[in-house]
């Protein structure tokens, strides 16, 4: 069974830092670009980061640029979202995706992820 989970959510103050990973099992996602979303209440599903297979290539959404980072270690077949410099409006559910195809490059559109974890929530406090 594959599965994606993902850890390190919680409730934290404005300009905090988290760190968010997401651990792979069931199969190796080292061939597949990843991706981390978000989902606030009422909002659509919408991109934070992604990285290709590599890790040679990442990208981000505008509202989070220069304070996030997304990585990966393919040998944990793990990926990671370190946030930095926390704004109540980073507030959502966030999740961590793959696609399906190996070797492609990284998408913007959550349509595009085959595997999908279950969540984990971040709150940031004014």
């Known amino acids: 069974q594959v599965q994606l989970v993902e850890s390190g959510g919680g409730l934290v103050q404005a300009a905090g830092s988290l760190r968010l990973s997401c651990a792979a099992s069931?199969?190796?996602?080292?061939?597949?670009?990843m991706g981390w979303f978000r989902q606030a209440p009422g909002k659509e599903r919408d991109i934070v980061a992604c990285?290709?297979?590599?890790?040679?290539?990442?990208d981000y959404a505008d509202s989070v640029k220069g304070r996030f980072t997304i990585s990966r270690d393919n040998d944990k077949n793990t990926v990671y979202l370190q946030m930095n410099s926390l704004k109540p409006e980073d507030t959502a559910v966030y999740y961590c995706?793959?696609?399906?195809?190996?070797?492609?490059?990284?998408?913007?559109?959550?349509?595009?992820?085959?595997?999908w974890g279950q969540g984990t929530q971040v709150t940031v406090s004014s």
């Open positions: 990285i290709s297979w590599s890790g040679g290539s990442t």
């Open positions: 069931g199969r190796t996602f080292r061939r597949n670009a």
């Open positions: 995706a793959a696609e399906g195809s190996s070797y492609g490059g990284y998408s913007y559109q959550a349509s595009d992820y085959e595997y």
